[in-house]
């Protein structure tokens, strides 16, 4: 039995519409409309309409990860029965780290750079009292508005007296750091920053650093400088200038012989060691303390409990000198997720602490890739670039979310959709009413595992 002439022409008005043809305005044309709209109005405000009659709902295969950590055995370009087993040579320790690289959720799609960068990879740069390691542009392209240093020194060494162009921020990974400045008004300011707190400097304000013997291997911690192009070489050393300085013009501008800068250095030091300090207290100044202390006890903040993992923001309304750098200091436990959200204005610049976790990163235009991190890899997620970070792994994910803005803004996707029109979220996304009614209208920033 043939099907009813009205049908028909329904689906020849569907096969016009897909084919982009223009549709006229016949009578026959008329009843495919009246079918169409029939076929999409929802029922009843419970039972949504799919978004449109042309395309299908999204596939319902979780995409977990392929190879979740612990995973014995290498990771394959396997997921499901898409991909094969690699033939060659494998690299299988960078495999294993990288399982949805390897073997990528089927939601990733187009192109998105790469965006993460492992400072174990970083080259590294030996003095006699420490090391440093830099990820800038130069490695991870991406990274345009951000680059980070990893220093060690050790007990006692000094980062000797210099100043950028740009500022300096810092969050103290291990030990504890003296840090000294004198600001542009000669106020002086000294303190030790301890494991977990931060220092920051603004553009073109000396400083050193020097790690004390409160941690007998001396300090590490992370650099984080707004300026994607960052590099040593973008370091202001005082040993390296009095070293291009006449003498009789260092002798004349301090009212000394010439005699009294015979030891000074005949290059550059960066790094050197020295006996550990001895008190924190600052040289008597007639010009008083900087207004605004240059560290910022982190440590001693107490973080905002959440359903999946803890929070602290620290921004230039609490550490009101740090005007270029913001940071979330975030946890998320085993399972849960910091949630899908983006930053409307400033890139994050994402450093692992310790845990395991993947991030899907939303470039727009059905560009999406997904990246996995582990302790002391850096990540990049460009301004307005919709993202999440999911804790894979079997203990608690720590990561720090830092921002070149004076001000911490997030968007959140559930938040955004919670306190939209429920008609509207309905009709775009084919959810229900009485599921959009269980979204939270508060940010979540961090929810647990899905119940």
Same mark, same amino acid.
């Given at each position: 039995?043939? +099907?009813?002439?009205?049908?028909?022409?329904?689906?020849?008005?569907?096969?016009?519409? =897909?084919?982009?043809?223009?549709?006229?305005?016949?009578?026959?044309?008329?009843?495919?409309?009246?079918?169409? &709209?029939?076929?999409?109005?929802?029922?009843?405000?419970?039972?949504?309409?799919? +978004?449109?009659?042309?395309?299908?709902?999204?596939?319902?295969?979780?995409?977990?990860? =392929?190879?979740?950590?612990?995973?014995?055995?290498?990771?394959? +370009?396997?997921?499901?029965?898409?991909?094969?087993?690699?033939?060659?040579?494998?690299?299988?320790?960078?495999?294993?780290?990288?399982?949805?690289?390897?073997?990528?959720?089927?939601?990733?799609?187009?192109?998105?750079?790469?965006?993460?960068?492992?400072?174990?990879?970083?080259?590294?740069?030996?003095?006699?009292?420490?090391?440093?390691?830099?990820?800038? =542009?130069?490695?991870?392209?991406?990274?345009?508005?951000?680059?980070?240093?990893?220093?060690?020194? /050790?007990?006692?060494?000094?980062?000797?007296?210099?100043?950028?162009?740009?500022?300096?921020?810092?969050?103290?990974?291990?030990?504890?750091?003296?840090?000294?400045?004198?600001?542009?008004?000669?106020?002086?300011?000294?303190?030790?920053?301890?494991?977990?707190?931060?220092?920051? !400097?603004?553009?073109?304000?000396?400083?050193?650093?020097?790690?004390?013997?409160?941690? +007998?291997?001396?300090?590490? !911690?992370?650099?984080? !400088?707004?300026?994607?192009?960052?590099?040593? =070489?973008?370091?202001?050393?005082?040993?390296?200038?009095?070293?291009?300085?006449? /003498?009789?013009?260092?002798?004349?501008?301090?009212?000394?012989?010439?005699?009294?800068?015979?030891?000074?250095?005949?290059?550059?030091?960066?790094?050197?060691?020295?006996?550990?300090?001895?008190?924190?207290?600052?040289?008597?100044? %007639?010009?008083?303390?900087?207004?605004?202390?240059?560290?910022?006890?982190?440590?001693?903040?107490?973080?905002?409990?959440?359903?999946?993992?803890?929070?602290?923001?620290?921004?230039?309304?609490?550490?009101?000198?740090?005007?270029?750098?913001?940071?979330?200091?975030?946890?998320?436990?085993? &399972?849960?997720?910091?949630?899908?959200?983006?930053?409307?204005?400033?890139?994050?610049?994402?450093?692992?602490?310790?845990?395991?976790?993947?991030?899907?990163? !939303?470039?727009?235009?059905?560009?999406?890739?997904?990246?996995?991190?582990?302790?002391?890899?850096?990540?990049?997620?460009?301004?307005?670039?919709?993202?999440?970070?999911?804790?894979?792994?079997?203990?608690?994910?720590?990561?720090?979310?830092?921002?070149?803005?004076?001000?911490?803004?997030?968007?959140?996707?559930?938040?955004?959709?919670?306190?939209?029109? %429920?008609?509207?979220?309905?009709?775009?996304?084919?959810?229900?009413?009485?599921?959009?009614?269980?979204?939270?209208?508060? /940010?979540?920033?961090?929810?647990?595992?899905?119940?």
């Amino acid at each position: 039995m043939l +099907p009813p002439i009205k049908y028909v022409y329904t689906l020849a008005f569907l096969a016009v519409l =897909a084919h982009g043809a223009p549709v006229g305005d016949s009578a026959a044309d008329n009843l495919a409309r009246e079918e169409i &709209g029939s076929f999409v109005r929802s029922p009843t405000t419970s039972s949504p309409s799919p +978004p449109s009659a042309t395309v299908p709902p999204a596939s319902d295969d979780p995409n977990y990860q =392929a190879y979740p950590p612990g995973t014995s055995g290498p990771a394959e +370009p396997i997921r499901g029965s898409l991909g094969a087993a690699i033939l060659g040579p494998q690299n299988l320790p960078i495999q294993q780290q990288n399982p949805d690289v390897v073997a990528p959720p089927s939601t990733d799609s187009g192109d998105v750079p790469n965006a993460k960068w492992p400072f174990a990879l970083s080259n590294t740069h030996f003095y006699t009292g420490g090391w440093a390691r830099i990820q800038n =542009a130069d490695v991870m392209p991406i990274a345009t508005k951000m680059a980070g240093v990893n220093m060690r020194l /050790k007990a006692g060494a000094i980062r000797e007296l210099h100043w950028h162009q740009t500022a300096e921020w810092a969050y103290v990974i291990r030990g504890s750091t003296q840090i000294t400045s004198v600001d542009q008004d000669g106020r002086n300011y000294v303190a030790v920053v301890n494991a977990g707190d931060l220092w920051y !400097f603004p553009p073109g304000i000396p400083h050193s650093l020097q790690a004390t013997a409160d941690d +007998p291997d001396g300090s590490e !911690f992370l650099l984080v !400088f707004p300026d994607g192009n960052f590099n040593s =070489a973008s370091s202001f050393q005082v040993t390296d200038w009095l070293s291009h300085v006449p /003498k009789e013009v260092i002798a004349k501008n301090f009212q000394q012989s010439i005699a009294a800068f015979d030891q000074i250095p005949s290059r550059q030091l960066y790094i050197f060691p020295s006996e550990p300090p001895t008190s924190d207290a600052a040289p008597s100044d %007639p010009q008083g303390q900087v207004p605004d202390p240059f560290s910022f006890p982190l440590s001693k903040v107490n973080a905002t409990k959440l359903s999946g993992g803890t929070v602290k923001i620290v921004d230039s309304t609490i550490f009101k000198i740090s005007t270029r750098i913001a940071v979330a200091d975030v946890t998320v436990e085993p &399972g849960a997720l910091r949630e899908l959200h983006w930053h409307p204005t400033q890139d994050e610049w994402l450093y692992v602490l310790e845990g395991n976790a993947r991030m899907t990163i !939303f470039a727009a235009d059905s560009n999406a890739r997904t990246f996995d991190y582990q302790g002391g890899d850096v990540g990049y997620v460009p301004a307005g670039f919709g993202h999440y970070i999911e804790n894979t792994g079997n203990t608690t994910l720590h990561f720090l979310e830092i921002f070149d803005t004076d001000r911490f803004q997030d968007v959140s996707l559930t938040q955004w959709l919670a306190l939209t029109p %429920p008609e509207i979220v309905s009709a775009s996304l084919g959810i229900s009413d009485e599921v959009i009614a269980t979204f939270s209208k508060t /940010k979540q920033v961090v929810v647990g595992p899905a119940t």
